[in-house]
């Protein structure tokens, strides 16, 4: 099957001003994103899909494709529903989202979501990676618990699965799954997830994927490792993401 993937790319972030152009190793943030999907060969076509100009150019000036989409959508996943619609995209099967945050999204994770879609084991895939109990107590951590065949049961920030009784620690912890936010999608998929409307789930949660899990649309969670930097939404996540990068490239060159 053929993969399209999208990088979704909005500059209106609040917490990170100008969050696709600030710079990760000397370069715009959406660039590394592009950079690394790019690299991991899973997808016929990478393309940015962003509300800026200056974002567009941005990827263009590294050698990526980048197309100008509207600036009113509620969500990135309805800013690639955009995007994968567009003529020149048609022969695509299946479509990846990368969110244009995550320079150092695991490989494992990406091609763990797609294959879940390819395979036909799922219409939509997404990933998740063992997680702490520090992690679970966090908000800003989002937990994810399976059945038994890997397809999700529910997303939530609140702690899944909960404790009840202590002596089931060891039990809770081989349980407890933080959520990696990429997603394969077959185009029906994907046109189902955004013609749906917001469900009182999603709302109360602020999680977007309780809203297709919410109306009986399965999708399926590849488990992958953990990653040392996650995703980049303040000034501190930049100083640790641009320090990470140091570190991993000076390894590299001295290999």
Request: hydrophobic share 45%.
């Amino acid at each position: 099957m053929t993969v399209l993937a999208i990088i979704p790319a909005r500059r209106g972030a609040t917490r990170l001003r100008d969050k696709p152009l600030r710079l990760l190793g000397g370069e715009p943030l959406i660039v590394r994103v592009w950079q690394h999907v790019s690299s991991l060969g899973v997808a016929e076509r990478v393309v940015v899909a962003t509300d800026d100009l200056e974002v567009q150019e941005a990827v263009r000036a590294a050698g990526g494709l980048a197309v100008l989409t509207r600036a009113d959508h509620p969500s990135g996943t309805d800013r690639v529903a955009e995007v994968a619609r567009r003529a020149e995209f048609s022969d695509a099967h299946v479509v990846l989202n990368v969110q244009g945050d995550e320079p150092f999204v695991d490989a494992e994770a990406i091609r763990g979501a797609v294959a879940l879609v390819v395979d036909g084991r799922a219409t939509i895939g997404t990933a998740a990676v063992p997680a702490t109990v520090a992690a679970l107590a966090s908000p800003g951590c989002v937990k994810v618990v399976c059945d038994d065949t890997g397809r999700a049961l529910y997303f939530s920030r609140a702690p899944i699965p909960y404790l009840r009784d202590p002596a089931d620690a060891a039990v809770q912890q081989a349980l407890i799954r933080q959520h990696v936010g990429v997603y394969a999608y077959t185009r029906a998929a994907l046109e189902c997830w955004v013609s749906l409307p917001m469900h009182p789930l999603e709302q109360v949660e602020r999680l977007e994927q309780l809203r297709p899990l919410a109306a009986g649309i399965d999708i399926g969670v590849a488990m992958s490792s953990p990653v040392e930097i996650g995703g980049i939404d303040t000034e501190a996540d930049l100083v640790r993401a641009n320090a990470h990068w140091h570190t991993i490239n000076t390894v590299r060159s001295s290999a």
